[in-house]
């Protein structure tokens, strides 16, 4: 199964980059997850957070891999469970889906972009820093995978 990331934003703490990457080599050889960051929109000069988003939309479209099943992650979106998460993978699993997460700039995302999505969740109600929602989404995601395969680093 492949996952990809997006992320809005470059040059992240080191503490990102390499709790992502412990987490990234756990999934083992039947996932390929893949993190791509995207430019983020300067803002002033004229361009304001609606614009901002609208350039970074451009980006984020054509970069989701062909045919992937979308999922934006948004305030507003559901709050699954750990295990919701893992039936969530185990049908993209068994549908053969190529599963794109999507995580906005600074400003959010267009509801354009939103509405592509196929899902929208959230990982907390609380305001998270996008390098934290980097590395929250991708320890979820392995968790996920440990629960469809009775490993015991979930517990219930």
């Not at 970069?63 to 992937?68: E, M």
Request: net charge positive.
């Amino acid at each position: 199964m492949n996952i990809t990331v997006l992320a809005v934003g470059t040059k992240m703490p080191r503490w990102v980059d390499e709790a992502v990457g412990e987490y990234a080599k756990r999934f083992g050889r039947d996932i390929h997850y893949t993190l791509k960051e995207i430019k983020p929109e300067k803002r002033g000069a004229g361009v304001n957070a609606a614009q901002g988003m609208a350039a970074e939309e451009k980006r984020i479209l054509e970069a989701i891999p062909q045919g992937a099943f979308l999922v934006v992650l948004d305030e507003r979106g559901k709050a699954p469970t750990s295990v919701e998460l893992a039936d969530y993978l185990k049908n993209w699993q068994q549908n053969g889906e190529h599963v794109c997460f999507v995580i906005g700039g600074a400003d959010g995302m267009t509801d354009h972009l939103k509405q592509q999505a196929r899902l929208s969740i959230r990982l907390s109600s609380l305001t998270l820093p996008h390098g934290m929602v980097r590395v929250l989404l991708t320890e979820q995601l392995y968790r996920a995978v440990s629960i469809l395969h009775n490993h015991p680093y979930h517990r219930e």
